[in-house]
C-alpha cells in the first residue's frame, strides 16, 4: 500500500479508535479501529520504516487529539505537549507492530506486540500514560468480564484478536473466514457465561462518600474554603446520623484535596475532624495536600482519621507531570514564567501500596489517576483490600469528558478485582460500584451530595489480580520476539529483492 492511501486509512482508524471513549462510547468502535490500523500495517509490510511510522503518528493523531481533548482545560500547550508525547509513542509502537504482522499466526503475536505498546506507553514518558487502552472499550459489553479472569493487558490481547479476525474475515478463503467468524462468537459467547462479583464475600460495611463541591475554576479555589465545603456536608450528614434519620457509618470518605491545607499544620482544622469522627462513631478518609520536606514540595494524600487521631497515610504513586510536578522546572521555569506561578510545589510521590486500615474495613486507596495503573490496583488488592477506594478531583475537568473516561476506569477496576469500588469526587463524578462494575448509586455533578451504601467487602483474589503482574510480562516478551522475528523476516525479504 502506497503511503498516501496508507495515512488517511491511518487517520481514520484513529478516529474510530476515539469514538469508542466519552462523550461519543460507541461500543466496539476502537475493534474496527484497531482492526482498519493492522489492515494497513498488514498492507505494508516491506514499506520503509518512515512510511511505517508516519501510519502510527497520523493514527495517533487522529486517537489521542480528540480522546484527551479535556487536558485543553488545563492549558493548550499542556494538551499539544501530551498528544504530542503520544504521537511519538504510538508511531515508534506501530514499528514492532507491522514486524509482528508479518508472522505466520499474525493475530496472536499481533496481539502480544499491542499489549506491549500498551505497557510501554503506561510507564513512559516519566509516570507514563495508560489513558486510551483497548482494554477500557470492554466495559458495558459482554467482553468485560475479561477483565476478571485475565486482567486489563489480557483484555487488551484479547480484544485485539476480535480486531484480527475482522481483518481475517476482509480477506480470502472460505476456511479462514469461518475460523474467523468461529472466534468472534466463542469469545463473544464466553464472555455472556464468565462469572462476576464479589472475590470471596465478606461482611458488609456501611460507606459514606463525601461531595462537598468546588467554588470557582482551575486554580481560583480560595485557600481553605474547599475544605470548608467538605467539613459542612459532612457536618450534615453526622447531624442526621446523631438525630436518627441515618444509620452510622463504619467508614467516610472524602476525595482528593478536599483539604488544600495541612490538618497536621492546623490545629484547629485537625479538632474540627476529630470533632466529626467523634460524632459519626467511624473513621474518615481525608483527602488533603500535605506540607513536603521544604515549602518548595507537597504531598497529595489520603489520611485514615479514627477516634485516636490521623493513622495510616496513603501517598499518590502516579503523579502527573505538568500538572503536580514540573520536570525540568528550573530549565522551564525561565522560558515559561506560568509553570512557577500554577505550580509552585512539586508534589512528591508515595512508595507504599495503597491498603489502610480504616476501622472495620481495610480499604485499598488510589488517587484519581492512580486507578489507571495495574500494578498501584494490584498491590493493593494483594496487601488485603477488601474495598476500592478512588479519591479524586476533577474539578479542573468540569464539562469535559474527562470525568467519564475516569469513571468507566474504575467500574472495569470493580470487575477485574472483584470488589466493590467507592468514588468520592470534589464535585463529580461521585459514585458507588458494586463487584460486577454496576452502578449502585451517582451524586449530581457540580453540587454537594452524600452518597451512603452498604458494601460488600471482598476476602479472595480473582484469577488476574492473583496472576498480577506475569500475564503483562507474558504478553511483552512475546511482543518483543514477535518484533525480532518480524524485522528478521523483512531483512530477508529485502535481501532477496535485491538478489
Known amino acids: 500500500m502506497r503511503w498516501w492511501l496508507a495515512a488517511p486509512c491511518a487517520a481514520v482508524a484513529g478516529l474510530l479508535s476515539a469514538a469508542a471513549f466519552d462523550p461519543w462510547s460507541v461500543p466496539y468502535a476502537m475493534i474496527v479501529g484497531v482492526a482498519l490500523l493492522v489492515w494497513v500495517l498488514r498492507r505494508q509490510r516491506d514499506a520503509r520504516v518512515a512510511a511505517v511510522l508516519l501510519s502510527g503518528a497520523l493514527y495517533g493523531a487522529a486517537f489521542m487529539g480528540p480522546l484527551i481533548w479535556w487536558m485543553n482545560a488545563v492549558s493548550s500547550g499542556a494538551y499539544v505537549a501530551l498528544v504530542a508525547a503520544q504521537v511519538v509513542m504510538l508511531a515508534i509502537i506501530a514499528v514492532p507492530l507491522r514486524a509482528a504482522l508479518r508472522l505466520p499466526g499474525w493475530p496472536l503475536w499481533g496481539a502480544a506486540a499491542w499489549v506491549l505498546g500498551e505497557q510501554v506507553r503506561s510507564g513512559f514518558p516519566f509516570s507514563g500514560f495508560p489513558w486510551g487502552r483497548l482494554a477500557h472499550t470492554a466495559i458495558d459489553t459482554p467482553l468485560a468480564p475479561y477483565a476478571r479472569l485475565v486482567g486489563m493487558p489480557g483484555t487488551s490481547a484479547l480484544l485485539f484478536l476480535l480486531a484480527a479476525m475482522l481483518v481475517v474475515l476482509a480477506g480470502a478463503g472460505i476456511a479462514r473466514r469461518s475460523l474467523a467468524v468461529g472466534v468472534v462468537v466463542a469469545v463473544v459467547v464466553a464472555g455472556l ?93 481525608v483527602g488533603a495536600i500535605l506540607d513536603g520536606l521544604s515549602d518548595r514540595t507537597a504531598y497529595n494524600a489520603g ?191 529485502r535481501r532477496r529483492e535485491h538478489a
Not at 450528614?237 to 441515618?246: C, I, L, N, Q
Not at 484535596?257 to 460524632?279: E, K, S
Request: net charge negative; aromatic share 6%.
Open 303 to 493: 489520611i485514615v482519621w479514627d477516634g485516636d487521631g490521623p493513622g495510616e497515610v496513603y501517598v499518590k504513586r502516579k503523579l502527573v507531570p505538568y500538572g503536580e510536578y514540573v520536570p525540568f522546572r528550573r530549565e522551564l521555569g525561565e522560558l515559561v514564567p506560568r509553570v512557577d506561578r500554577d505550580i509552585p510545589r512539586d508534589m512528591l510521590p508515595g512508595r507504599r501500596a495503597g491498603d489502610l486500615r480504616a476501622g472495620s474495613v481495610v480499604v485499598g486507596d488510589t488517587i484519581c489517576w492512580d486507578i489507571a495503573y495495574d500494578g498501584v490496583v494490584e498491590q493493593a488488592v494483594r496487601g488485603g483490600a477488601e474495598v476500592l477506594v478512588v479519591q479524586t478531583s476533577n474539578a479542573s475537568f468540569t464539562g469535559t469528558s474527562q470525568p467519564d473516561q475516569q469513571f468507566k476506569i474504575s467500574r472495569l477496576r470493580a470487575i477485574e478485582t472483584g470488589r466493590w469500588v467507592v468514588v468520592p469526587s470534589t464535585n463529580g463524578i461521585s459514585g458507588i460500584i458494586d463487584a460486577s462494575g454496576r452502578v449502585v448509586a451517582e451524586a449530581p455533578r457540580e453540587q454537594p451530595a452524600t452518597l451512603v451504601a452498604d458494601v460488600g467487602t471482598a476476602t479472595g483474589q480473582t484469577p488476574a489480580t492473583r496472576a498480577g503482574r506475569w500475564p503483562a510480562v507474558a504478553l511483552m516478551t512475546l511482543g518483543l520476539l514477535g518484533w525480532v522475528l518480524g524485522a528478521r523476516d523483512l531483512r530477508r525479504s
Open 193 to 285: 457465561f464468565l462469572p462476576s462479583g464479589l472475590a470471596g464475600a465478606g461482611p458488609e460495611r456501611r460507606i459514606a462518600a463525601i461531595q462537598g463541591n468546588t467554588p470557582g475554576a482551575f486554580l481560583t479555589w480560595p485557600r481553605g474554603e474547599i475544605g470548608a465545603l467538605h467539613l459542612a456536608e459532612t457536618q450534615r450528614y453526622a447531624d442526621a446520623v446523631s438525630a436518627g434519620t441515618e444509620r452510622a457509618p463504619d467508614l467516610v470518605v472524602w476525595p482528593e484535596n478536599a483539604l488544600d491545607v495541612d490538618p497536621f499544620a492546623d490545629p484547629v482544622l485537625a479538632g474540627r475532624i476529630q470533632a466529626l469522627v467523634q460524632q459519626l462513631g467511624a473513621p474518615i478518609l
